[in-house]
Antibody, heavy 121, light 107 residues
Framework: QVQLVQSGAEVKKPGASVKVSCKAS????????ISWVRQAPGQGLEWVGW????????NYAQKLQDRVSMTTDTSTSTAYMELRSLRFDDTAVYYCARDLGSSAYYCFDYWGQGTLVTVSS | SSELTQDPAVSVALGQTVRITCQGD??????TTWYQQKPGQAPVLVIY???NRPSGIPDRFSGSSSGNTASLTITGAQAEDEADYYC??????????FGGGTKLTVL
């Protein structure tokens, strides 16, 4: 069965960086991309970006593209999202999700449990 | 503000039918996906490609799209369907804008 397991909660100061991991199992990791979606407290969903499973291609939300980086490690089937120069409004739960791409209308069929990133002074 | 507009809240009597809508000009050109999210949980895919239902999703969930409006219909709503519902699509630049979400209450 497909599973995405994310790293634990983080508390960071403004201006710092955070790196969240997402370990996949139950499928061939390199054949599907991973999208990251965040949700601020009490708010809706916001797409952060996408990386191909083979770590070749990325696509970031325009508002975050100067501060976000995504990578994958195919040897461990793990995706990473790093967000730099953290601001208070980056406080959110960050989800990773398997992105089925063009084979299924670009939907996200499996999601990680979420990682709470809190930016606090 | 989101380019996809959803009603913030909708209610339905137990066992009745409810339609949740999502409006946006881009929906004329792209396929809509719907996610269900219950409090404290990750979103769950319920409809993709406008009207396709993943395995494991009850057949009371259906989707459709016409013009600038996509709809998620629950026929015979159950108590466990009470949740937030989000629509989204993938545009030609690879972005996935989300609607603001609809909170469904089952009375």
């Amino acid at each position: 069965q497909v599973q995405l397991v994310q790293s634990g909660a983080e508390v960071k100061k403004p201006g710092a960086s955070v790196k969240v991991s997402c370990k996949a199992s139950g499928y061939t990791f390199s054949t599907n991309g991973i999208s990251w979606v965040r949700q601020a407290p009490g708010q809706g969903l916001e797409w952060v970006g996408w990386i191909s499973g083979d770590n070749v291609n990325t696509n970031y939300a325009q508002k975050l593209q100067d501060r976000v980086s995504m990578t994958t490690d195919t040897s461990t089937s793990t995706a990473y999202m790093e967000l730099r120069s953290l601001r208070f409004d980056d406080t959110a739960v960050y989800y990773c999700a398997r992105d089925l791409g063009s084979s299924a209308y670009y939907c996200f069929d499996y999601w990680g449990q979420g990682t709470l990133v809190t930016v606090s002074s | 503000s989101s380019e996809l507009t959803q009603d913030p809240a909708v209610s339905v009597a137990l066992g009745q039918t409810v339609r949740i809508t999502c409006q946006g000009d881009s929906l004329r050109d792209y396929y809509t996906t719907w996610y269900q999210q219950k409090p404290g949980q990750a979103p769950v895919l319920v409809i993709y490609g406008n009207s396709n239902r993943p395995s494991g999703i009850p057949d009371r969930f259906s989707g459709s799209s016409s013009g600038n409006t996509a709809s998620l219909t629950i026929t015979g709503a159950q108590a466990e369907d009470e949740a937030d519902y989000y629509c989204t699509f993938r545009d030609s630049s690879g972005n996935h804008p989300f609607g603001g979400g609809t909170k469904l209450t089952v009375l």
